[in-house]
């Protein structure tokens, strides 16, 4: 629906590819409609274009094969990991073929003496938590979604534990990549730092699949912190609630999580978690470091609360009451939906710097009522970044319409407070003009480093540029 | 004298920009020999290689119309912050215009609330972490030297911060930049994050000038600790200090600084600064937090240091105590000199995995016997990061081709354990060939940027490619 524009098909090039995969792959070569249709899908609003064909692929060699094949026939190519990207990353605007990655889901090595292990693109990130815990360690990016973390590296996603361990372009040492030519890089050793060449690595990660396809990661691991706590605290307006988020990371406290709810979510999150959380704005927070720096990290935010007029601070190391907290707000997404049952939830996100927080909060509160629109806000609120998830009744044509002012002007206003039109999502197909208004000459540049890499353009063409 | 090719003159193009531009420059144009060669002169063993002419810009658009006469005219550019790198990065090999950015000194907004600023290239870090502290924030990256901010984005510095703070990587929001066509370019926004496309901040972070010259950086800040401690202890071997490494940084104790300074090192502090350190492997540790925290932290590591046989463990929250030891690390280029006066100090850095680390800098110890050199060792060892200096006899040419040796022997020996041939020093003229040897193919798509960005390659040609 939005911006998903069709491209000019290579009819032939795709005829001539398929021919030779489908007898290169046999019956991990898909071209049934379903499948198809379920790889060009994206979880908003923008309409699906199905891939030719999806191709299961079990290996890096594999990969290379395909790529080699659609490059000499100058067709597309999409890499797929679990199809939870936001703005028409995974669509074939020319049609082409579509890479799922998902069997390709090993975990080759845990370096634990190095803090870092190498995977393979299709592994989720549950699945790699889930295998170092024994361990002691833990990879922190947790974008909501059990992404692959292949998708997590292409997209550069980050989420609630950004504000302390980053994104990946920070937690991400080395990866291997197969070029639009089909040849195998790796773009970096694995040090813990280097100054060797151009920073391959970071271009790779955040390019979503338009340079080359990612096969191989090699992540920063962490040690699982001694102690944990969780505190929660209510505030009368989102105003005192940034101002409070404000000042907890000007005092330099490393809160590990620190994420606002507006009224409406927090009326969401009661409802469908069975919480009975006061109905106004919500900071939710953990703290990681050893037992007594938990304490004082959990009081000393209680203390700038105050400050600022927050009512009903609490914190605890309760395994328990910290995940209920938590699983609460990871279904926000499905929480939202039942404040209006059938509507479409749009997630967009804008980030800005954290001083423009809560005058960019209320000012998006407003126009969605402005619009007449019921838009629940959360927030990553100590990196500036957050997400409105308007509520639509998709056949109702003036909804959408007010649906699409309200995320241009949003785009816009974040742009035109230093911020960005996307702290984390990407640019997929849905925010290519919303790039240009932020970064202007630099999309030339990067048009021009797509040329360069992928000249024919075959890597998932019609995305960011 | 190591790897500085000269590269073929455009006499032609290099004579019309500078009639150009000596009119245009007045006497911000130097053609002298002595600020030529000071402007071409590494600090290092590679042969100086002047411009053939300087300029002092003041401004964006004085270095966008110095790109532009070098740009019609095809003649090489090459930005000058302080002139300590050290793998011939300012080297001018096809002559040229080097354009000297330290007039370029203005702190142009520091945003507290934000934690970020905006600065020009020529701001080194000590200006700003002056013109900070009053407001309680630093910049925490250290390379040692008092170098250009540009300098070290455009080197991707780092130095004894970095295994808390990370590199120049971590510590820029982003970058003006002017490119080779002259055209300026932002390359993000002040936001805290951001997927807005091709992450083109990273790219041109150790790019070492060659696909644009950096003229403003939106750096981030930190709090200044309300504590901080240093540590020091000594070990039996450097094996054993490793170990203790691998060790806290496992445990996940936050260090802001863990420095190694092996036996030699020692012994040259010793005198130089008036210490009487044991004569044996030493760390050197920094914390930063909480007076709690940092008390915490440095007790735990006292533990640590004691399972591995560490010795003369002492801590202290002191400034005047602290900034003794950390003054004697920071000399300890100067202190190494003194062990073989009249030698020069070859400074070459690698970074290996940390589990790798006690056998690289063991092994690197024997090798520097074995070809009978001084080759004192100091480590930003957290990251897995070591400076050997082979102190050499330049007259001595059995003596230089020794020390080429050592160098080359390090670099192979780091590749192989995974790590990298620069840690933080960078690629410049002086490690091209290791970085071929690293990266492989990897280089041919640097090289694929390079043509696409500077097609004539005017941009401080003969580095990194």
Redesign the interface.
């Known amino acids: 629906m939005v911006d998903a524009v069709d491209l000019p098909r290579n009819e032939e090039g795709i005829g001539a590819a398929l021919g030779i995969l489908k007898q290169q792959f046999g019956e991990k070569c898909q071209t049934g409609q379903s499948v198809r249709e379920q790889h060009g899908h994206t979880t908003t609003w923008i309409r699906t274009q199905a891939p030719d064909a999806v191709i299961f692929a079990r290996s890096t060699s594999e990969v290379s094969d395909i790529v080699k094949v659609c490059a000499a026939h100058k067709v597309p190519v999409i890499a797929y990991g679990t199809g939870t990207s936001l703005e028409g990353h995974v669509n074939a605007p020319a049609g082409g073929i579509c890479i799922d990655l998902t069997e390709m889901a090993e975990i080759k090595a845990v ?6 292990c190498v995977v393979q693109p299709g592994v989720t990130r549950e699945q790699l938590n889930t295998h170092l815990r024994d361990q002691g360690l833990f990879f922190p990016i947790d974008p909501g979604a059990n992404a692959s973390l292949g998708g997590m590296a292409a ?4 989420g609630t534990n ?1 504000v302390r361990y ?2 990946m ?2 937690n991400v040492l080395a990866l291997e990549v197969v ?1 639009p030519s089909g ?18 690595t ?2 790779l ?3 979503e699949g338009t ?1 080359g396809i990612i096969t191989e990661i090699t992540l920063k691991l ?2 699982i ?2 102690a944990m706590s969780s505190a929660r605290c209510s505030f009368e307006t989102v105003t005192e609630a940034c101002q409070a988020v ?1 000042a907890t ?4 406290i ?1 809160v590990a999580r620190i994420e606002l709810l507006d009224t409406m979510s927090v009326k969401a999150a009661n409802a469908y978690s069975n919480l009975d959380l006061p109905d106004t704005p919500l900071l939710l927070l953990e703290f990681h470091g ?1 037992e ?2 938990v304490t ?1 990290q959990s009081e000393v935010f209680g203390q700038i609360a105050e400050e600022f007029g927050g009512s009903g601070f609490e914190w605890t190391t309760k395994a328990e009451d910290r995940n209920k907290l938590w699983q609460a707000r990871h279904d926000m997404y499905w929480a939202s939906l039942q404040l209006r049952p059938g509507a479409k939830g749009v997630s967009t996100d804008v ?5 423009r927080l809560a005058e960019c909060v209320t000012a998006a509160q407003d126009k969605a009522t402005e619009l007449g629109l019921l838009s629940p806000i959360v927030g990553h609120v100590g ?3 957050f997400h409105c998830l308007p509520l639509l009744d998709m056949d109702n044509p003036a909804e959408v319409a007010a649906g699409e002012e309200f995320v241009s002007w949003l785009n816009d206003m ?2 035109s407070m ?10 997929g197909q849905g ?1 290519r003009s ?2 240009i208004k ?6 030339d ?2 048009a ?2 797509k ?3 992928d000249p024919d353009n075959i890597m998932n063409p019609g995305k ?1 540029i």
């Open positions: 370096h634990a003496e190095d803090l870092d997209t550069r996603a980050s950004a980053g994104t372009k920070d070029l040849e195998v890089i790796r773009t970096a050793s694995r040090a813990k730092k280097t100054s060797a060449g151009y920073d391959l970071r271009l990660i955040g390019a340079l962490q040690g912190p001694e404000m990371i000007q005092y330099g490393p050893s007594a720096g004082e980030c800005v710097p954290i001083s990196d500036g970044n974040a742009i230093e911020g960005t039109c996307t702290g984390e999502h990407g640019i925010k919303y790039l932020e970064l202007g000459g630099a999309v540049v990067m021009g480093i040329a360069a890499i960011i």
